[in-house]
């Protein structure tokens, strides 16, 4: 049978709801339905944003995005009354979150576990290349000749982009490519994303001064503000000058997942120091691209992350110890992991069981 399926919740900023929106209309094609535009045209309703779902007679899928803590009443209420009016299919982005809601909707079959999508164009057959010569001298020149490679140390050190280069491949080099400031006061670190927890670790490591972070995306100004005041080297890529005029950049410093997707070819390992999330999707890519990570115990880390890799509370001592498994290639990634091929089956199980 070939469904037809509307796709509800979009915020139109390029937000991870967004993206959410974006990759399910690519797999649920994949998986043989379609995507309509109009409600009434469908079949059945797929649901990403799940405290604004539209309420039917339809059948409806809903994703838990957003983490939702046993202790949250507030939350919990809002999916008792969603649960009461229509009983949908609901998606848990990780079996830690499943858990949580077989608590309150005692069926499994309307409770299932489906990890978030990526890409798949760039990470389906990642592979992580020791010579990217090329395509690191590529993307630095890129960024160059746009006036968004922004450095925090002297530019005055470096006579061309091939001897920029050689310095970072002396580096130890951090990705952390998720926005992490509040947008209604772009100077305080969004809570949920933990930035500070990341600046704590790595300000009084061992290694604090033979690394540089690559920075990405929009609404950084935060971490970009704490690693200068901390003097910890980073890289900016993107316009600096909504940074340092304290501007929101959601609309203007957003760029293409294949230049993120080349960043990850490019650093050593990557950071998560969230407190509270329904993914994060980096832990994803992370695992896709077989870069090193470092996790609070949050969202799909679990399913993503070697356990010895994850931790409530991460201390500088914990972050060295990492580094050096990073330095000395003993890094463990997690096996059995669920990739997309993965993904493409449970999605037809479930749209198709339901």
């Known amino acids: 049978m070939n469904k037809k399926f509307f796709i509800s919740g979009i915020e139109g900023l390029h937000t991870s709801i ?8 690519n797999w649920i ?46 939350k ?9 009016k229509i009983k949908p299919v609901w998606i848990c982005p990780s079996k830690k979150q499943q858990k949580i809601i077989l608590e309150i909707i005692k069926d499994k079959k309307r409770v299932r576990v489906m990890p978030f999508f990526v890409n798949d164009i760039y990470y389906k ?8 010569k090329n395509t690191k001298e590529e993307v630095l020149s890129f960024f160059a000749k746009n006036n968004m490679l922004n450095l925090s140390f002297k530019k005055e050190n470096f006579t061309s982009i091939e001897d920029l280069k050689n310095c970072l491949d002396k580096k130890i080099v951090i990705g952390s490519f998720q926005r992490d400031s509040e ?15 990341i600046i704590e670790w790595v300000k009084k490591s061992k290694f604090k001064d033979e690394i540089v972070f690559y920075l990405i995306g929009p609404r950084r100004h935060f971490i970009v503000n704490e ?5 910890i080297d980073f890289i900016y890529f993107g316009n600096y000058s ?3 005029n304290t501007v929101d950049d959601i609309a203007n410093n957003t760029f ?49 992350v070697e356990k010895e890799y994850i931790k409530d509370n991460i201390s500088s001592e914990d972050f060295d110890i990492f580094i050096e498994t990073v330095n000395n290639k003993s890094y463990k990634h997690v096996k059995n992991f669920k990739d997309l091929d993965y993904n493409l089956k449970i999605i037809k199980d479930i749209i198709y069981e339901n």
Not at 18 to 25: G, Q, R
Not at 76 to 84: C, G, M, W, Y
Not at 274 to 292: A, D, M, V, Y
Request: negative net charge.
């Open 256 to 304: 293409n997942e294949s230049i993120v997707f080349e960043l990850y070819k490019m650093i050593d390992c990557y950071l998560v120091g969230s407190r509270l999330e329904g993914g994060p999707k980096s832990l994803i890519e992370c695992r896709l691209t077989n870069t090193p990570v470092l996790s609070t115990d949050v969202g799909v880390a679990h399913e993503f």
């Open 125 to 132: 057959n990642f592979e992580k290349k020791e010579n990217q």
């Open 242 to 244: 909504y940074i340092q």
């Open 18 to 25: 967004d993206m959410d929106n974006s990759y399910l209309k």
């Open 227 to 231: 690693l200068y005041k901390n003097n």
């Open 29 to 74: 094609g994949k998986s043989g339905g379609t995507i309509v535009e109009k409600i009434e045209e469908a079949d059945a309703i797929f649901s990403v944003w799940w405290n604004n779902t539209p309420i039917t007679e339809k059948k409806t899928y809903i994703s838990i995005s957003n983490f939702i803590k046993q202790d949250d009443e507030e």
């Open 183 to 197: 947008g209604n006061n772009l100077l305080k670190a969004k809570w949920q994303k933990g930035p500070d927890n």
């Open 76 to 84: 919990i209420q809002k999916l008792k009354n969603i649960e009461n």
